[in-house]
């Protein structure tokens, strides 16, 4: 059994079309088709459903595309290891990272790209499902995501820091000039918010519920941009994790305020398949995000936003990116 016939299979499986997936794995129809047969062979049990074309697969076949993913992405993770020991670390990084942590994960992907120059980074606007999903099925390295609020399953995880939420509005909104909001002064604008697919909204909706207090936003979106476009237009206020402050505050139109009452804060961090050893990429993510002090690094951002964001108060302008492991 060779691992290009496992390939085939794969890609078999994914195309559900023998000419299409002939092309994607660049032979004939009849090469694909031989080595499917072969593979049928090595192991003594059927595999596809045949028929004028492709039907499904098998039981058996079914089991074998589970274990076909594994021992293709050891094949891949094998000889990138082995050439990573002579030319360094190359390819590319894929990672999940759920909207809010968006304004984090440049802290992650700089530090690793200094340590590693030659490799790339393919980041994914994902659910946490999604990132469940994606490393279960090897379609990612690692994510960023919550660490305790609806854990994900079969990971690793690294805890990096402490989400916690501000109000964000246009400079001209009635509530900017206060220095703190209250829940029930955020809850009664009109608001634009994470849709409910997305894990920050579900948090946000039981925060909201320990205050006696119901979130009803006018407008909903599962990406961050989507939510800034509406604050810019004025007349919408969004709850934010305090990260949205890094990313947009420079934005002289947008201004935050803290939220007056306390809440509780919800761990952010890395996760990684729980498999040992690690993919190569997923490896030296967890050396460099170990070795790295994020602390100072968010610290000195916080300082760089409040020297330019001139509409926000710096005693009440915080944000923490707490190390630990």
Known sequence: MLVRHLSYFVT????QH????AQACNVTQSTLSAALRKLEEDLQVALVVR??????????????LAWAKQILIDYDSLREDLSGLRTGLTGTLRLGVIPAAMGAVGFLTTHFRAVHPDACVEIRSLSSREIQKGLDGFEIEAGLTYLENEPLDRVRRVPLYHERYILAMRSDHPLAAEVKVTWAQACAQRLCLLSEDMQNRRILDGLAATFGLVLRPTVVSNSFLGVCAHLREG??????PQTFRHLFGGTEALVMRDLAEPTPHQAVGLVLSERDPLPPMAAALLRTTLDASFAATVEAAERRARLTIGNVDPRHSTFSFDAES
């Open 12 to 15: 078999l499986a994914r195309e």
């Open 235 to 240: 007349g919408y206020v969004s709850i934010v």
């Open 51 to 64: 028929n004028q074309r492709f039907v499904g697969l098998t039981v058996e076949g079914e089991h074998l």
């Open 18 to 21: 023998f000419a299409r997936a």
